[in-house]
């Protein structure tokens, strides 16, 4: 407790810091604030209908995601899936079009160039997913919940605006955290909407459990334990992993230029953290966009049950694709054997260049594959949770989504403290070794 204490106030201590601190706290209230200020022309105290729909199945992760304001009908609804989304495709089209490839090599004015692209791509989502959203308001609201005096077209397109540019000024809370706060804005924009759902989930399994005739307030307290001990052991899991070495990524690298200093491949198991899990679940929430919010119809009423096979089995084997993916374009063999072949590198047995490249994608499609598949078991925890008698949303924080997310960017905001501690020669968060985030070891 004394090591707590001291370290907070290392903390305090380091002006830079604790202004990051603060000002990524501030704008997180603000994003906090907005989630409950209502679309103008709807009623707030006939949502009921709203929020009993966002209590389970697809539209509850959507409620998840944006921190309860798809569920409040707020102008923050949308939240920042429709940015996400975007981001999957633009990363797509990276792969499969030379142009976006050049984007991608030229560095940081390509990267700003793409940044560009993508948030045109999200406004062109939000346009379509606006209407949705206010079409499943009509569908879910009595008539007497829209106050509003325009025309239904006319507020259909006032609210759409609204919603967009809710969006677009979530969207730039999170980039203002990731250039003046701490970590990275947008995954602490969804980890704070994912914590914002634990005390009402709470409630809501104490309370089905105080219902319950034979060890209800017992099963509670042993619930609550397996929780801590999931959420602690995942931790641990996620910091292993990002830290065995790889008996594939052993071989040595050797330096003519430096006169033969021997180094090792810049390799890891999990390469791509938990970004897999947040674009699997963007697009398993594909098929409300063309379902119009309506769960009951084709696709998006099969994948509106979190237990069942499908659900589950798309889930997992899309959390596997998109780990190979991201990992595909953090780490490209291509370019990491012409770094190696600049500098004087090469390994042992392998001629520089394609064979080298070739040698390289190898081990990470070797060493991927049990990081996909320890990222899948995890993403469809809260289905099992769920069938041995635990409330949907309190299961979901069992695994899945919310507890991958929680702990990478819970790890990472912690790393980006400790290294300004270590920086100006402070302790540092832990006793012994050090945080490893998704940045690296």
């Known amino acids: 407790m004394k090591r707590f204490i001291q370290t907070l ?29 209502v679309i103008p022309g709807i009623d707030a105290s006939l949502l009921a209908g709203l929020q009993n ?84 308001l009509h569908a879910q609201l009595p008539a007497e919940a829209f106050v509003s005096t325009m025309s239904g077209g006319w507020y259909g397109a006032f609210a759409t605006l609204i ?14 955290i990731t250039d003046r706060g701490l970590g990275n804005g947008i995954s602490l924009i969804i980890m704070i909407g994912i914590i914002a759902r634990l005390p009402r989930a709470l409630k809501i399994e104490l309370v089905e459990k105080f219902t319950q005739t034979t060890g209800g307030i017992l099963m509670f307290i042993v ?15 996620v910091q292993a992993v990002r830290k065995v070495p790889v008996q594939y990524a052993k071989r040595v690298v050797g330096n003519k230029q430096y006169g033969g200093v021997r180094q090792y491949l810049p390799l890891k198991i999990n390469a791509a953290g938990v970004m897999p899990i947040i674009f699997a679940q963007a697009m398993m929430l594909f098929p409300l966009l063309f379902s119009r919010f309506d769960v009951t119809k084709g696709l998006a009423a099969v994948m509106n049950n979190p237990v069942g096979f499908w659900y589950n089995f798309v889930f ?40 080298t490249a070739d040698y390289i994608d190898s081990i990470m499609s070797r060493i991927t594959l049990p990081g996909s598949i320890f990222l899948a078991i995890v993403a469809i925890l809260p289905a099992f949770a769920q069938l041995l008698g635990v409330n949907n949303q309190f299961a979901s924080f069992y695994g899945g989504t919310s507890l991958l997310i929680l702990v990478g960017v ?28 998704r940045s690296g070891m």
């Not at 919603?163 to 979530?170: A, D, K, R």
Request: with cysteine.
């Open 316 to 355: 997992a084997l899309m959390v596997i694709l998109f780990t190979y993916f991201y990992t595909a374009i953090t780490i490209n063999p291509t370019n990491m054997a012409e770094e190696m072949k600049k500098n004087g590198g090469f390994i042992p047995g392998y001629k520089p260049g394609k064979k």
């Open 410 to 437: 819970v790890l990472d905001t912690l790393q980006h403290i400790e290294s300004h501690l270590l920086m100006r020669h402070y302790d540092g968060l832990m006793k012994t070794g050090r945080l490893t985030g």
């Open 223 to 237: 619930e609550i334990v397996i929780l801590f001990f999931v959420f602690v052991a995942t931790i641990a899991l």
């Open 53 to 136: 729909q966002t209590s389970q199945g697809l539209l509850g992760l959507l409620d998840m995601f944006s921190g309860g304001a798809f569920g409040n009908a707020s102008i923050f609804a949308l939240g920042v899936m429709p940015y996400i989304s975007a981001s999957i495709v633009i990363q797509l089209l990276g792969v499969m079009f030379p142009f976006f490839q050049r984007l991608q090599r030229e560095g940081e004015s390509g990267r700003r160039k793409m940044n560009q692209y993508t948030r045109y791509l999200t406004i062109l989502i939000l346009a379509i997913q606006g209407p949705a959203y206010i079409a499943n």
């Open 163 to 176: 919603l967009i540019g809710g969006t677009m000024f979530v969207m730039w809370l999170g980039e203002r």
């Open 9 to 37: 106030k290392n903390i305090w201590k380091i002006e830079d810091l604790r202004k990051r601190i603060l000002y990524t706290l501030s704008l997180i209230a603000i994003y906090r604030l907005g989630c409950y200020i």
